[in-house]
């Protein structure tokens, strides 16, 4: 066997794998032996037709099964080679096989190209202090009590804070705003919806939410909202917009006291200076579970960063794919029409492409990174994954994993992302940690 390796574009290789006349001959004869034990000729007994009388009556499948054995042979010499290191193999054509003469197979393989790890020991990563206040735990508890607040009806002035059912309908220069903007009736005219007193929402009508305050029930007046030059709602950026005004109904809301017992029972706490620790230790774990976050994204921006190399084209443009068609989802479910796609389609493309390539140099960094640390995946590991999985989808985890059994890629990239997420919080692990004291501030 000889093994001969053409350049053949960015990350790819040729791979020309060559059987002499008497390999070609011997791979032949075992053919034949493997047919001669499972075939019924008249006049023998299985295996023991001779060789002429197999080759004659079974040419065909002979010349069949010579070219997938001789494939193979050639599939497995490519992958031990150690002059390249193959990321996939796209193509084996095997050509004219005969059992007597020389044969080629090429091979079309996707590689890893050689370039230089990050020194990613001496990565410096940003975190938090996860230091818990007191006033952290009050605030905690303050919005729990809000989720639970009630609204009762009063029969009273609106105070901010107050939530007020009411009706509105805008006029722009004598037009009906409703009739400018039918598609967005949050501007134009509302019969009976609920406004926040004096709570500026930055989305909606902040002049409505202000102008609620002071009015009881059947209370009517006229409001001026004025819309800033670069509001997002072009019809209206800039102009002024009168709106007639009617309250309906005015309620209270009315959070209750952390000391309830209905309340403390609700979050099963026993009394409030337990409900308190069970809020710490929760601020606590959520503010550690923020700085593995940050670390990971830190050590993802930094392998991005590093001198870029040639990635397999075939991983790039089968993630490019399925980034565009996963974008091109999204964009429906979010409102988008097909039409809009297709208009934006070769934008939509590049931006997945530089996506795609992103996510392979990632892959390809951290799986070299996890061969350096000998960084595996047990069966536990996938099976953990696996359930995370199914509960993220709301599946039974059983069925989820019986299903998933059944199909060896979706296992492979299961276990892929499973190595990697690994090798991540190895490298978040060994690099050297800076405490931020400015709240909410990453590096990235």
Same mark, same amino acid.
């Given at each position: 066997m000889n093994v001969e390796i053409k350049e053949a574009g960015d990350a790819r290789k040729i791979v020309n794998v060559s059987f002499d006349s008497d390999e070609m001959s011997k791979m032949g004869k075992e053919v034949c032996r493997e047919l001669s034990k499972l075939a019924n000729i008249p006049g023998f007994r299985k295996g023991k037709a001779p060789e002429q009388v197999i080759r004659k009556k079974y040419a065909s499948e002979i010349i069949q099964e010579l070219s997938r054995k001789v494939s193979n042979a050639a599939y497995d010499a490519v992958l031990e080679n150690k002059d390249i290191k193959v990321f996939s193999i796209l193509k084996v054509e095997p050509g004219e096989i005969s059992t007597d003469a020389p044969a080629t197979i090429e091979v079309t393989v996707d590689i890893e190209s050689d370039f230089d790890l990050p020194k990613y020991e001496e990565y410096e990563l940003t975190t938090h202090p996860t230091e818990i206040k007191d006033e952290d735990v009050d605030k905690e508890i303050d919005s729990l009590r809000d989720q639970r607040a009630s609204f009762e009806e009063v029969e009273r002035k609106v105070a901010k804070g107050d939530y007020v059912k009411c009706s509105y309908e805008g006029m722009l220069d004598d037009s009906p705003v409703a009739d400018l903007l039918p598609d967005k009736p949050m501007y134009g005219k509302q019969s009976n919806t609920w406004e926040e007193a004096g709570q500026a929402k930055g989305l909606g009508i902040?002049?409505?939410?202000?102008?609620? /305050? !002071?009015? #009881? #029930?059947?209370? #009517?007046k006229e409001v001026e909202a004025d819309f800033p030059e670069d509001f997002e709602v072009t019809p209206l950026a800039g102009k002024k917009v009168m709106y007639s005004l009617e309250v309906h109904e005015v309620r209270e809301k009315k959070a209750p006291d952390a000391s309830d017992e209905n309340f403390l029972k609700a979050l099963k706490a026993e009394n409030l200076d337990d409900l308190k620790k069970k809020v710490k230790d929760d601020l606590l774990s959520r503010k550690e579970r923020e700085n593995i976050d940050g670390k990971r994204s830190q050590v993802t921006q930094k392998i991005l960063e590093m001198p870029d190399f040639p990635l397999p084209q075939q991983a790039v443009e089968d993630e490019s794919k399925s980034i565009f068609q996963s974008n091109a989802q999204r964009a429906i479910q979010q409102g988008a029409k097909q039409e809009d796609i297709e208009a934006k389609r070769d934008e939509l493309w590049k931006e997945a492409q530089v996506q795609a390539q992103a996510r392979v140099k990632i892959t390809?960094?951290? !799986?070299? /990174?996890?061969?350096?640390? #000998?960084?595996?995946v047990s069966n536990e590991d996938l099976a953990q994954a696996a359930t995370r999985e199914a509960m993220m989808m709301r599946t039974d985890p059983q069925t989820y994993v019986q299903e998933l059994a059944k199909d060896q890629a979706r296992i492979n990239r299961l276990r892929q992302d499973v190595l990697h997420d690994k090798t991540l919080e190895l490298v978040a692990s060994k690099a050297k940690e800076k405490v931020c004291d400015i709240e909410g501030e990453h590096s990235h």
């Open positions: 902040d002049a409505i939410a202000q102008a609620v /305050i !002071g009015m #009881k #029930k059947d209370d #009517k390809i960094t951290l !799986g070299r /990174i996890a061969e350096l640390e #000998k960084v595996e």
